[in-house]
């Protein structure tokens, strides 16, 4: 049983930064690409950031490149979302999630996700 636990969230001003964490138990946590997802207020779930198995590859959204960096720790089963110059914007439930990661492209699509953490509550001011 794979179990993902996201923390770090909460209440920031604009400009501001927070990190996000999420645990990951069960499964191989070195073999799984690991995302990270947003649902904002009233709004669909969207794709945030990814990074491979190794760490090498990573992809994101456009309106949040730059400004956030998605990385992993394999030795504590952890992946990490770095945010910094936050925006209003940005309000959302963040999600991790995890797939098996083939090596083939980026995945950026909820469907190619197979574990989903609970989510944590970012929360940006103005």
């Known amino acids: 049983q794979v179990q993902l636990v996201e923390s770090g969230g909460g209440l920031v001003q604009a400009g501001g930064s927070l990190r996000l964490s999420c645990a990951v138990s069960?499964?191989?946590?070195?073999?799984?690409?690991l995302g990270w997802f947003r649902q904002p207020p009233g709004k669909e779930r969207e794709f945030v950031a990814t990074?491979?198995?190794?760490?090498?590859?990573?992809f994101y959204l456009n309106s949040v490149e730059g400004r956030f960096a998605v990385s992993r720790d394999n030795a504590k089963n952890t992946v990490y979302l770095q945010m910094s110059s936050l925006k209003p914007e940005d309000t959302a439930l963040y999600y991790c999630?995890?797939?098996?990661?083939?090596?083939?492209?980026?995945?950026?699509?909820?469907?190619?996700?197979?574990?989903w953490g609970q989510g944590t509550q970012v929360t940006v001011s103005s």
């Open positions: 999630a995890a797939a098996q990661d083939t090596g083939v492209g980026y995945l950026y699509l909820e469907r190619d996700y197979d574990y």
């Open positions: 990074i491979s198995w190794s760490g090498r590859s990573t």
């Open positions: 069960g499964g191989t946590f070195s073999s799984y690409a």
